[in-house]
């Protein structure tokens, strides 16, 4: 009897302590926060090379009415051969001879008009999504400074009005209207300088 009271005190004791180190076997594995992988930016084009004007024209996945940019620059005297411009060994100036913009329809298309006011001139295109100049619904979206966007070709940053901004580029050299295939003639829009050469489109 002694023993059976002696082992019901220690049953007894021992519920009380493991009651005060409760394990509970049913909670729910914590969940890992999803990493943000950012919103991709798809932006392709070409531009037509005509004798007064650089016509633009382009399809995205941006939503409608997002603001395209599309500026030139000229090359200068000493980097203004049309082997160095084509094979991108040359630098342009980085002062803006024309600019312009242009905006995303519904089905994903933009077009953007330049003036080729000196046709003899060599100059490099950029075509440009620029989260800064968006309407802020889409800044919400890819971030006032393109924080949101996700890494992709073409991608870099610039200084605006005092911020860094990422955007999302594109570029074509536009040759002179006396260089073969300098007018009436497509040019397709790279990615990024130095990662392939460009060439027209027949």
């Known amino acids: 009897m002694r023993h059976f009271r002696l082992v019901c005190i220690l049953f007894i004791t021992s519920v ?3 009651s005060g180190c409760r394990v509970d076997w049913n909670a729910e594995p914590e969940l890992k926060s999803k990493q943000n992988t950012g919103k991709v930016v798809k932006l392709d084009g070409k531009v ?10 382009g399809t ?3 939503p409608k009415d997002t603001v395209i940019y599309a500026s030139i620059k000229e ?9 160095t411009i084509i094979r991108w060994q040359a630098e342009a100036s980085a002062e803006v001879a024309a600019e312009g913009t242009g905006t ?6 933009y077009s953007i008009t330049l003036p080729r006011n000196d046709p003899s001139k060599r100059y490099l295109l950029e075509v440009m ?3 800064k100049l968006q309407p802020k619904k889409f800044q919400e979206i890819y971030g006032i400074t393109g924080e949101n966007l996700a890494i992709v070709m073409g991608m870099t940053k610039i200084s605006y009005n ?7 580029t594109r570029v074509a050299p536009i040759v002179s209207i006396t260089d073969p295939n300098g007018n009436d003639i497509a040019w397709g829009l790279e990615e ?3 990662q392939t050469k460009p060439k027209p489109i027949k």
């Open 16 to 18: 009380l302590f493991l």
């Open 48 to 57: 037509n090379l005509k004798s007064t004007e650089l016509i633009i024209e």
């Open 60 to 62: 995205s996945n941006l």
């Open 75 to 83: 090359y200068g005297d000493l980097s203004s051969k049309y082997g």
């Open 104 to 109: 995303v329809d519904k089905d994903g298309n």
């Open 129 to 131: 999504f620029n989260p």
């Open 162 to 168: 005092g911020d860094t901004v990422t955007v999302i």
């Open 192 to 194: 990024t300088m130095f």
